[in-house]
């Protein structure tokens, strides 16, 4: 494969089986009765790599993608032998996505969220005028802000204010890129809101979340990196969890593997982990429940802003649809780990020390999320394990560089009166 053509591929609803066509920015179906996810059904059984060249593009057989942007990168896997020397893990992979040039890592804003953005970005169809909308902890922000100001894409992100210090960037962005912020004590659930207002405006369109099959779709590339360096199928996936899109990307990359026939044949048990106290997902999984257990909107906030691993603190994570995080851990086996913050900082200090490179909180999450399930006897010491370190090297980048930071146009509330027209006015 060494000439690009748009993908080809069919959606499949998870709850009915029903395929259908993508006719533009679909992000359910619409002839489904109750909540469930759509999946990309892609005509290549069995994946070609494309040139190292193409950055994440390589994996674009599975990626519903339309073009190719400029600037991207791929997740780097390798065997771990140090920090796997210092757990007992012989067979340790870590799946590195971040900066980290030594290893092959080019991703400027230190974080896996690149893989979202170059994938959802490359999804937007021909002709497209409205303005891209997404609401995001900080991370998610950083990457689709590089990402379409590079590429001359207008997007609005809605942060919580509390979290603004993430979106640093190496140059200044271009003017297509707004910000809009609920106010300090916000979360990530007032900047959806926030959000989702704007997108009651004809100017505006959603970018979906886990419904959208090309953020799923650019995450799984991490699972299709380590299956590539590997050579099969890894037995366990870690990951820290904040909405757990990307453990339910990872399951469907999994079962894609297994249909191309050349990975192996076995489904990986999934690890995904929380930062305590804020444990939505562990709680109702837990106690059994494919609801998530009922929580007091004031009490769950709390919660959030309380968590070091700021960018886990999803309230209305794709838990219980059909297709989500309950489905996926039900199918492939596996446990929801925590860890907090104290263990954040222990785990930072590990992986520095190990492997040689700074981790962002909520992969050190991911990192304790392991440990307890080796240490519980959940996983065998000898089995292939998948580490998805999903940012690092922000503190070496930001050594090595002058950054610039994005402040915000707007400050305000869902519910404050002209809220919408003030935000369609930043686009004239």
């Not at 029903?18 to 005509?43: H, K, N, V």
């Not at 200044?172 to 926030?194: E, M, Q, R, W």
């Not at 360096?229 to 297994?258: C, H, K, V």
């Not at 394990?385 to 930001?398: C, D, P, S």
Request: charged share 25%; net charge neutral; aromatic share 8%.
């Amino acid at each position: 494969m060494n000439s690009f053509e748009p993908t080809k591929y069919v959606l499949e609803t998870v709850a009915t089986g029903r395929r259908f066509e993508d006719t533009g920015w679909m992000l359910a179906d619409p002839q489904c009765s109750e909540p469930s996810l759509i999946r990309a059904i892609y005509d290549k059984k069995q994946i070609e790599f494309g040139p190292e060249a193409w950055g994440i593009y390589t994996f674009a057989d599975w990626m519903p993608v339309r073009r190719m942007l400029k600037g991207s990168a791929p997740t780097v896997t390798y065997h771990s032998e140090k920090l796997g020397a210092r757990l007992g893990l012989p067979n340790l992979w870590i799946a590195f996505s971040g900066w980290w040039p030594e290893k092959g890592a080019a991703m400027s804003t230190a974080s896996f969220k690149e893989t979202e953005a170059y994938s959802v970005c490359a999804h937007i169809p021909d002709g497209e005028k409205r303005v891209l909308v997404v609401s995001s902890a900080g991370n998610t922000a950083r990457a689709f802000a590089k990402v379409c100001s590079e590429n001359n894409i207008p997007l609005l992100l809605s942060v919580p204010e509390e979290n603004i210090g993430a979106l640093w960037f190496e140059k200044p962005l271009n003017d297509c890129v707004k910000l809009i912020c609920p106010p300090k004590g916000s979360d990530y659930f007032d900047a959806i809101a926030l959000g989702d207002a704007a997108c009651t405006s004809k100017k505006f369109f959603a970018e979906g979340g886990a419904k959208n099959i090309a953020r799923r779709d650019g995450m799984a590339t991490t699972v299709l990196s380590a299956a590539r360096a590997i050579g099969r199928i890894p037995d366990a996936y870690f990951q820290a969890i904040g909405s757990g899109t990307g453990t339910i990307a990872a399951w469907e990359a999994n079962l894609r593997l297994i249909g191309d026939g050349r990975f192996g044949s076995h489904k990986m048990k999934l690890f995904p982990s929380q930062n305590v106290p804020f444990l939505p997902m562990h709680n109702a999984w837990k106690a059994g429940s494919r609801p998530l257990l009922p929580m007091d909107d004031e009490a769950a906030r709390k919660q959030a802003l309380q968590i070091d691993a700021k960018v886990l603190s999803n309230r209305r994570p794709p838990y219980s649809l059909r297709g989500g995080v309950f489905d996926a851990l039900s199918d492939a086996g596996g446990d929801i780990e925590k860890a907090d913050n104290d263990d954040i900082r222990a785990m930072q200090q590990l992986f520095l020390e190990t492997e040689g490179i700074d981790i962002h909180p909520a992969a050190a999450v991911a990192l304790q999320g392991m440990i307890n399930a080796f240490e519980a006897g959940k996983v065998a010491k000898d089995a292939v394990a998948m580490l998805n370190i999903t940012g690092g090297g922000e503190a070496r980048f930001k050594a090595e560089h002058a950054c610039h930071y994005l402040q915000p146009s707007l400050i305000g509330n869902a519910s404050d009166p002209g809220i919408v027209e003030k935000i369609e006015k930043l686009f004239l």
